[in-house]
């Protein structure tokens, strides 16, 4: 394939995401990393620490922080230090946050649904193996380029150490 052709590509594969997300929020009235917190929550029996959520929605510490706030601000969560650990912070579903994630699983299933059913199931197989490879690749390229990063940083001897602190 030519440069050209995967450029292509992946700018399709951003309009295809941007489009999808939009799509996400107007019919399931969420925006989708609103919604995956909503639905992480729901499916750990409403609770779970923000450390978890980080971990099992793989984000980045900081843009939960700001949804977990936006979720509280609208009083569909909750946020408590851990009674036995105060660095964890522990964040709970309300009443009023099921009710709300209850009410969007039917928009959801009906969006999804809609959006893939015209499309054959070989297609759909075909592009999830494709973005698993993607995925796959895009870590394995990023790994390298820190490694090659932390090889090419001027390493710090001890005698360096002890010079820097006089």
């Known amino acids: 394939m030519e440069e050209q052709d995967r450029v292509a590509v992946m700018q399709q594969f951003g309009r295809t995401y941007r489009a999808f997300m939009s799509a996400f929020e107007a019919q399931v009235g969420h ?10 929550l729901r499916e750990q029996a409403g609770e779970s620490s923000q450390k978890r959520l980080v971990e099992r929605l793989r984000v980045d510490p900081g843009a939960l922080t700001r949804q977990l706030k936006a979720l509280e601000g609208l009083g569909w969560i909750a946020r408590s230090m851990d009674t036995r650990d105060n660095r964890v912070t522990n964040v709970r579903l309300t009443e009023a946050g099921h009710a709300a994630t209850e009410a969007s699983l039917p928009r959801r299933n009906a ?23 993607l995925e796959t690749r895009i870590g394995e390229v990023t790994a390298n380029a820190n ?20």
């Open 147 to 166: 490694a090659a990063t932390v090889a090419a940083a001027p390493q710090e001897t001890a005698g360096d150490e002890a010079a820097q602190r006089m």
């Open 111 to 133: 969006f999804l649904h809609d959006t893939m059913a015209g499309l054959p199931d070989q297609a759909l197989a075909a592009l999830s193996s494709a973005l698993k490879m």
């Open 31 to 40: 925006p989708l990393p609103r919604w995956r917190i909503l639905l992480a």
